[in-house]
């Protein structure tokens, strides 16, 4: 995290514990405080830190101030040319940090995640990150693991340069009003940023509440921080100029005691802030307040006290805390990237504290070491021209190398020249015994191809045939015979997403046996009959789904049985299940019920594409995904038709539940089976319907 540069700080930081005269060492520490907090919190624990939001206030205290000096003094705001000197400084730790996260993209992670990491780079080096991780809907709690941007810290950096091209407009805006119409600067500011704290705070709860991974990166959820650290500016602003007979308004005997208890109390609030807040609490919203409040409080306790020798300054101003200050911006640019790259090479899910201790003292060699090389940089002909030749010339040398490096992952299809057939994907063939070994292809699909894996449900059923019951609740979609004869069997399936991923292989048999397959769909919303899900519409779903396969008067309804779960007990009968189907038994109508497919703690598609095919992670243990028996077959031993399915040995070996199978990913997430995968199920589907129900087989 930076700053801007104030009008009596150093060009370059100071040597830790120095004194300049002007400068406030107690900010110094503070930014110290922040890193030291955002790094740890990011190494050891998936917690929201606060220290981001302590760089927010404290970029607004210090922008501010120094423009808001400016006016007091009457000097010209030059607004343009603090762009450039602020943005020429920046970009070039971020520009080495770019450069060797493009590297390692290249040479260590997976090609399938090339073009969604260069996208990264380029919203970092364009300022724009936070809005590029918002658009792909990142889950910023998630967390530090192997499948997170080694580019997701750089958000906040984004967020902070599109404050500090909009603050000097408002800044000069407020001048230009305040001249106008003959009022003091100070208060026409105050009461701008007063709007603005206001407005961006009522929007960050509002989006906190109902979009929080957007309103976490959004910037107009985050300007109420920053409008924070300028009110804080302006009260502590005094005219150049003071008016005759203007005194202090409050006596040094109320000045220190009053300094230091708002130092103390919001140095606390800062350091609580995460052992406050929980791991799944909505952030910014109210929980923001913590740490921007104390950070407030600390700026302006330290004016107030500022030689109080019990005051928080005195602890702010220590040597450890000064050391990281100094070097606060390059620490916070590199250990995300360091973090992210370990554990992708280590592939573990934690960090130990040797480990994180290792993290922590690369960044701050990397921070040293990037110095001389802009030195370096700085120094060439023509470079230390100026300030925006410097910053251009800084920009291209990033975008030069992206820019080819974006087209080469454009062009580059990794399926390219490979036939999509049954001997180069056989899939469930390998575990049915047909195929012994697969060839060595490329894995599919591919990440591009994810979205389109969620099942071959056929079309919309025809109004005149959908339930008005279902109106708003769920879908009802429909495969029919495609030369228009009168289906041999009809068949309904009611369920989830699961549900539908299962159609896959249910609509190949029905193609083959010349089936009607009709199917209400509603997400997340696994049917059931008497107990009461959490969601009420999922209860009046299953009513209207139920009632709707009943007057359909089918062959055979189809549901999902049991519940798979990411930790033990691994699965479970679906709670209310054998009431739910009970109403179609006693019809006569025949019910399967299909088990559950494994369901995995992270993201199966990721751990492939991060780890490879063969990692032990993305293998995990059959004893670990399910349980060793099928809980269905115990209810379907009491019905006569009821019969239960599992396709357990076709999605897992004796021994594990493979991300791939045959060369193709079995799982689009966590826990549903990509269509492509469910292609290669179809015979296991048809034949095992066939059986249950012992229906002829048509072909």
């Given at each position: 995290m930076?700053?801007?540069?104030?009008?009596?700080?150093?060009?370059?930081?100071?040597?830790?514990?120095?004194?300049?005269?002007?400068?406030?060492?107690?900010?110094?520490?503070?930014?110290?405080?922040?890193?030291?907090?955002?790094?740890?919190?990011?190494?050891?624990?998936d917690r929201v830190s606060g220290g981001v939001d302590v760089f927010f206030v404290l970029s607004a205290f210090l922008l501010t101030g120094t423009f808001a000096r400016r006016v007091e003094r009457g000097r010209p705001l030059a607004v343009r040319e603090y762009w450039v000197r602020t943005f020429a400084r920046l970009i070039g730790p971020m520009a080495v940090m770019l450069l060797a996260v493009l590297a390692a993209v290249l040479a260590l992670f997976p090609p399938s995640r090339w073009e969604e990491l260069l996208s990264h780079v380029w919203g970092s080096l364009s300022y724009v990150q936070n809005w590029v991780l918002a658009g792909q809907s990142v889950d910023y709690y998630a967390g530090n693991t192997a499948a997170t941007t080694p580019l997701q810290h750089v958000w906040s950096l984004s967020v902070q340069g599109q404050v500090f091209l909009l603050w000097p407009l408002l800044l000069a805006g407020c001048a230009l009003v305040a001249r106008w119409a003959g009022l003091r600067f100070r208060t026409v500011s105050l009461a701008v940023f007063a709007l603005v704290f206001a407005g961006s705070f009522a929007w960050s709860l509002a989006q906190t509440a109902g979009a929080p991974a957007w309103a976490y990166f959004s910037t107009v959820t985050r300007l109420w921080e920053f409008?924070?650290?300028?009110?804080?500016?302006?009260?502590?602003?005094?005219?150049?100029?003071p008016q005759a007979g203007s005194r202090r308004s409050v006596p040094d005997a109320v000045r220190r005691p009053v300094g230091v208890a708002l130092g103390w109390a919001g140095l606390a609030a800062i350091v609580a802030t995460p052992f406050l807040i929980g791991a799944d609490t909505r952030f910014p919203g109210t929980a923001a307040l913590a740490p921007t409040v104390g950070a407030a409080a600390v700026l302006v306790g330290g004016a107030l006290a500022p030689d109080a020798p019990l005051g928080a300054g005195r602890a702010l101003t220590a040597r450890p805390l000064l050391f990281f200050g100094d070097r606060a911006y390059g620490i916070y640019l590199w250990h995300w990237p360091l973090l992210i790259i370990y554990l992708l090479v280590t592939a573990r899910e934690d960090v130990p504290a040797v480990d994180g201790l290792g993290v922590l003292a690369a960044s701050v060699l990397l921070t040293r070491a990037t110095a001389p090389l802009l030195a370096g940089w700085r120094a060439l002909p023509g470079i230390r021209a100026g300030h925006g030749l410097r910053l251009t010339a800084t920009a291209l040398l990033v975008a030069v190398p992206l820019t080819g490096a974006h087209q080469y992952t454009v062009q580059r299809d990794p399926t390219?020249?490979?036939?999509?057939?049954?001997?180069?994907y056989p899939g469930a063939a390998v575990l049915r015994g047909d195929v012994t070994e697969a060839p060595d292809v490329p894995i599919i699909p591919t990440g591009?191809?994810?979205?389109?894996?969620?099942?071959?449900?056929?079309?919309?059923?025809?109004?005149?045939?959908?339930?008005?019951?279902?109106?708003?609740?769920g879908h009802c979609r429909v495969i029919a015979p495609d030369d228009g004869a009168a289906p041999a069997r009809t068949v309904v399936v009611i369920g989830d997403s699961h549900a539908q991923q299962l159609l896959t292989p249910i609509h190949r048999a029905a193609d083959a046996q010349g089936w009607t397959v009709i199917s209400y769909l509603r997400m997340a919303c696994r049917y059931a009959g008497g107990a009461q899900?959490?969601?009420?519409?999922?209860?009046?779903?299953?009513?209207?789904?139920?009632?709707?396969?009943?007057?359909?008067?089918?062959?055979a309804v189809v549901t999902i049985g049991t519940r798979s779960l990411p930790e033990a007990p691994h699965e479970m009968l679906v709670d209310g299940y054998e009431d739910g189907v009970r109403p179609f038994l006693d019809a006569g109508i025949p019910v399967l019920g299909f088990r559950d497919n494994p369901r995995f703690p992270f993201s199966m598609f990721a751990c492939v594409e991060t780890y490879g095919p063969d990692h032990h992670r993305c293998n995990p243990p059959r004893s670990e995904s399910l349980l060793p028996e099928n809980p269905l077959e115990e209810v379907a031993a009491r019905h006569e038709d009821l019969h239960s399915i599992?396709?357990?040995?076709?999605?897992?070996?004796?021994?594990?539940?493979?991300?791939?199978?045959?060369?193709?990913?079995?799982?689009?997430?966590?826990?549903?089976?990509?269509?492509?995968?469910?292609?290669?199920?179809?015979?296991?589907?048809?034949?095992?319907?066939?059986?249950?129900l012992n229906w002829p087989d048509r072909r």
């Open positions: 930076t700053h801007p540069t104030t009008t009596t700080a150093p060009a370059a930081p100071a040597p830790a514990g120095a004194h300049v005269p002007g400068r406030r060492p107690d900010i110094q520490g503070l930014r110290g405080v922040a890193v030291l907090l955002v790094v740890a919190f990011h190494l050891w624990t409008a924070l650290g300028s009110l804080a500016a302006l009260a502590l602003l005094r005219p150049s100029r390219a020249g490979v036939e999509r057939t049954a001997q180069n591009a191809e994810r979205e389109h894996e969620w099942g071959d449900t056929g079309g919309a059923c025809p109004p005149e045939d959908t339930p008005e019951s279902l109106e708003g609740l899900p959490a969601d009420a519409e999922c209860g009046e779903f299953n009513a209207a789904a139920g009632e709707a396969a009943l007057a359909a008067d089918p062959d599992d396709l357990t040995d076709r999605l897992c070996t004796d021994t594990v539940c493979p991300g791939v199978i045959g060369n193709i990913q079995v799982y689009m997430d966590l826990d549903h089976v990509t269509s492509t995968y469910g292609e290669t199920l179809a015979p296991d589907v048809e034949s095992r319907m066939l059986e249950a």
